[in-house]
């Protein structure tokens, strides 16, 4: 009688979100974030939610980003596919009132399965914070990609001129002094406020905005940095605000985020569902290099022991944290080898136990999810155009095509035209700053690896426009 009751109660719990069969889950995704965190060992950081986060879930060192820039990673990110593939190689701006199309392409093709649609056709409510950038025209907002419900300011409805009475659109345009030191509190409390009233299993993407530029955290946030002023490149004190600079506003907004990542944790706990949720968190690419201090304060995240930086595939552009806590997940692990953002879907699902018929360009990495380290098969590729983040440091312009050969364990970069050739081992243990390139010493090692991303580059559909001179080592403008 008791087990009967016992399969009664999991049978009719089902559908709740304290449900062990379909556990919530929460995605967070920071903008422009690199080793900035005090669990990947920076020591400007205070981000005690994260760290608790990698304490009690499964620490990622070597997670990959689809993409050096923003939306194709988002787009890779959402559908476990290649955003080249989908011919997303760059930022989608797209405004209906100024008549701009990028590419031809305004976003996520409709045939192409988002892990929303996925989710929701599994009986999950679905919900988007913050940042979409995956398209901003009718068509290719939240509302078309399977969301029930949306905070967002960048959706087309907003970007087309109409609702823009709505107060997050208001903040959001406001200027720079609320811009980021309040959005994304805004953005918590309405996650905090769907976790609250939300009975189902959920699956919520939260899009923070820091540490993008600018960044203005308020001034209780500020003090907490008093001892980094002064202590990051001194030329920039004084500049806009004599009171503080750059690095103490860099770190107090990245505080700030981790504040908040902590207030929404805190909710999960006081609903007693956090045992039964899976936690993500990540970034879409790399740290932006260091700008017009007058006009840009996201000049100083860290890339950690890593080459390049935003816009570029050395590993500065595109190896950033990845956290991941979930029931039954391993605890305070460390992963080591590659694992790439298009695998998160692919992943997740054979964590829920769901079968999909999509041809993901992902793979699934799950078992590394309960503590197994495991090397991929499939190699991952990148590609950038390359933007103007990427241009202003020589010796961090990365070749435009990119590939990890898990087979060697060696990354190989060239020129679409097969110009500048470079290898190297990006193990932590080995040459993360990517220094040694062994296609000088072992011009035959990559053979294959060269092979294999020039056939996947010609694979791509056209068009494939690329920055003038990206890539090249000459500096351009
Ligand atoms: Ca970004």
New binding site residues.
């Given amino acids: 009688v008791i087990i009967r009751i016992l399969i009664i109660f999991i049978c009719c719990s089902a559908a709740n979100a304290d449900s062990p069969n379909k556990p919530n889950i929460i995605w967070m995704i920071a903008?422009?974030i690199g080793y900035d965190i005090k669990a990947f060992n920076n020591n400007y950081a205070i981000t005690p939610s994260l760290d608790r986060l990698a304490r009690e879930g499964v620490q990622f060192w070597r997670f990959y980003t689809p993409s050096a820039?923003?939306s194709p990673?988002r787009v890779g990110f959402s559908t476990g596919q290649h955003p080249a593939e989908l011919s997303i190689y760059s930022t989608l701006h797209s405004k209906i009132e100024n008549n701009i199309t990028y590419n031809g392409v305004e976003g996520i093709p409709s045939n192409i399965p988002t892990i929303f649609e996925i989710l929701a056709d599994n009986g999950y409510r679905t919900a988007h914070v913050g940042k979409w950038h995956k398209g901003s025209i009718q068509g290719f907002g939240p509302k078309d990609k399977g969301i029930d419900e949306i905070f967002s300011y960048d959706m087309p409805e907003n970007i087309d001129g109409k609702n823009r009475s709505d107060e997050l659109f208001t903040l959001f345009h406001q200027g720079p002094t609320a811009y980021y030191s309040q959005l994304d509190t805004k953005l918590t409390d309405w996650a905090i406020d769907f976790v609250d009233r939300t009975d189902e299993p959920f699956f919520m993407e939260i899009s923070f905005n820091t540490p993008?530029n600018p960044l203005y955290p308020t001034e209780k946030e500020l003090e907490e940095f008093t001892h980094l002023q002064g202590s990051l490149a001194p030329e920039h004190i004084g500049i806009e605000d004599p009171l503080t600079t750059p690095g103490q506003r860099y770190y107090s907004a990245v505080k700030s985020m981790d504040d908040n990542i902590g207030r929404l944790m805190t909710k999960l706990r006081q609903r007693g569902i956090e045992e039964n949720t899976i936690i993500m968190f990540s970034g879409?690419?790399g740290p932006g290099t260091q700008r017009n201090p007058t006009t840009s304060f996201n000049a100083y995240g860290s890339t950690g022991p890593f080459r390049g930086n935003?816009g570029t595939i050395y590993e500065g552009g595109i190896r950033v944290p990845f956290i991941a806590k979930g029931p039954g997940f391993a605890k305070n692990v460390d992963i080591h080898e590659a694992i790439s953002g298009t695998d998160i879907v692919p992943s997740l699902l054979a964590v829920l136990g769901i079968n999909s018929a999509v041809n993901f360009y992902g793979e699934n990495m799950s078992p590394m999810f309960y503590g197994n380290d495991l090397r991929r098969t499939k190699p991952i590729h990148w590609l950038t155009i390359q933007n103007k983040a990427a241009t202003e440091n020589v010796a961090n312009r990365s070749p435009v095509l990119g590939m990890y050969d898990p087979g060697k364990d060696i990354k190989c970069l060239m020129q679409p035209n097969g110009g500048r050739k470079e290898v190297y081992r990006t193990k932590m243990t080995s040459d993360p700053a990517e220094l040694n390139n062994l296609h000088m010493s072992s011009p035959d090692l990559a053979s294959s690896c060269f092979n294999d991303l020039e056939t996947w580059y010609k694979s791509l559909p056209p068009p494939k426009k690329f920055r003038k001179g990206a890539g090249k080592l000459y500096h351009y403008r």
Avoid: E, G, P
């Fill in positions: 903008d422009d820039v923003c990673s993008h879409d690419n935003k």
